[in-house]
């Protein structure tokens, strides 16, 4: 116990946290806080706390899987938001960067995506069970940051706004030829289609998304979408406007550069391309190893830093960028807490172990954006400089009168 004692008398200060070892001994971290309500577990075996130490994120996901780490008083998300909250993004903290050290390697590796590895790294995560996702999606199925815009209360709400948000910025026009990359479940194409006459593809690499895209489009009888199993670097033709929501978070850093190519060659000369993404604040960094190895392989979230680069050597413009701070925040707290109350839903459809991690995930995910430097960013390109109106205002008024916009 002797080295996870000593990491965490190292950075806990706000908040307490109760640990018992495995011979029954209690030791105390940091102080009691106003803000946050004491929290309580219990490790197994000397050899867990030590795992948790010499690699804290890893070493903590799996034992909370496993049951290795049981928590007595507070839930995982109270936990790992006390932990994250000592760890958070600012100008001086030693272990925090100590710890991003450790995983940068790893990260680079993880981030090689050739077209084989990205299908099989979509389907670890994607191609989960359908019912997985209607426990707790919103009807859209969005499977991203929704718009916590002022007034808006409800997860189904904050997707529409964000379905809404995301058509004003793309000008839609009648009888344009839309790109949808990394189409999910089909939800936006289809929002873009309905809302504009705009024909729209979706592409995708999940199988079963694909499948649930395509029937759904069917049984809403819509003829202006068609979604295909395809990697976008083999696409051709021309689109008057492409965007990209939730996918480029598994591009791979090494593979930037080809995919704004990739978009660059698909767009037409008047086109409009958004991109919607989780990014840093803090800099170029690493997706953590429990993340890497259970949830997103092959994941990382950029820094801005790393993106423009790749955008200006494609010789696009960047006519906007919009920062979603928070919103992500509220968009996995919504997620956590409709997963809690179908705890016995998820368990029946897998068991205790997956449950326990998906409930790791969506509660580090959320520290994420709560407690380090993750945010959301929309980036909208042209090829031209004139391919819009000059002022925002544009995005504004049409975002008003269309479904779900805000005011």
């Not at 307490?16 to 102080?31: F, M, N, Q, S, T």
């Not at 050739?114 to 979509?122: D, G, L």
């Not at 939730?246 to 767009?267: A, I, K, N, S, W």
């Amino acid at each position: 116990m002797w080295l996870f004692d000593r990491l965490f008398k190292r950075f806990m200060q706000d908040g307490e946290l109760v640990v018992i070892d495995p011979a029954g001994g209690k030791g105390r971290y940091g102080r009691p806080s106003a803000t946050r309500a004491p929290v309580r577990i219990r490790l197994a075996d000397n050899a867990t706390a030590r795992a948790i130490a010499l690699n804290p994120a890893l070493g903590a996901g799996e034992a909370f899987m496993d049951g290795r780490l049981v928590m007595e008083e507070g839930d995982v998300f109270a936990l790992l938001d006390l932990v994250t909250h000592n760890l958070r993004w600012e100008r001086d903290n030693p272990v925090r960067f100590t710890l991003w050290r450790q995983a940068r390697l790893a990260a680079w590796w993880d981030g090689i995506n050739f077209e084989r590895r990205s299908k099989r790294n979509v389907a670890h995560h994607y191609d989960l069970d359908d019912r997985l996702y209607d426990l707790f999606l919103d009807p859209h199925r969005q499977y991203s940051c929704a718009y916590w815009a002022p007034g808006i209360t409800t997860l189904e709400a904050a997707q529409e706004a964000k379905l809404a948000h995301i058509a004003a910025k793309l000008d839609l026009k009648p009888g344009q030829r839309v790109l949808d990359i990394g189409c999910g479940w089909g939800g936006l194409a289809r929002y873009l289609h309905k809302v504009s006459g705009a024909q729209v593809t979706g592409i995708t690499l999940s199988e079963e998304q694909l499948k649930y895209a395509r029937a759904e489009a069917v049984r809403q009888g819509l003829t202006g979408v068609d979604y295909q199993l395809i990697d976008y670097r083999q696409m051709s033709g021309q689109f008057d406007r492409i965007v990209s929501v939730g996918m480029f978070e598994h591009v791979g850093l090494p593979h930037y550069q080809q995919f704004f190519d990739t978009v660059e060659r698909l767009l037409a000369t008047d086109g409009v391309a958004l991109l919607h993404t989780i990014a840093r604040a803090d800099g170029p960094g690493a997706t953590d190893p429990w993340t890497a190895k259970y949830i997103f392989p092959g994941g990382y979230s950029p820094a801005l830093s790393q993106i423009v680069p790749a955008v200006e050597r494609a010789w696009l413009w960047i006519t906007d960028i919009e920062v979603l701070r928070l919103h992500y925040a509220h968009t996995l707290k919504a997620w956590y807490d409709r997963c809690a109350a179908q705890e016995d839903a998820i368990t029946a459809l897998y068991d205790a172990r997956f449950y326990r991690m998906w409930m790791f995930y969506l509660a580090a995910a959320w520290c994420a954006f709560a407690n380090d430097g993750h945010m959301n960013v929309q980036i909208q390109m042209t090829k031209r400089r004139d391919a819009l109106p000059l002022a925002r205002d544009y995005m504004r008024d049409v975002e008003k009168g269309l479904p779900g916009g805000a005011p």
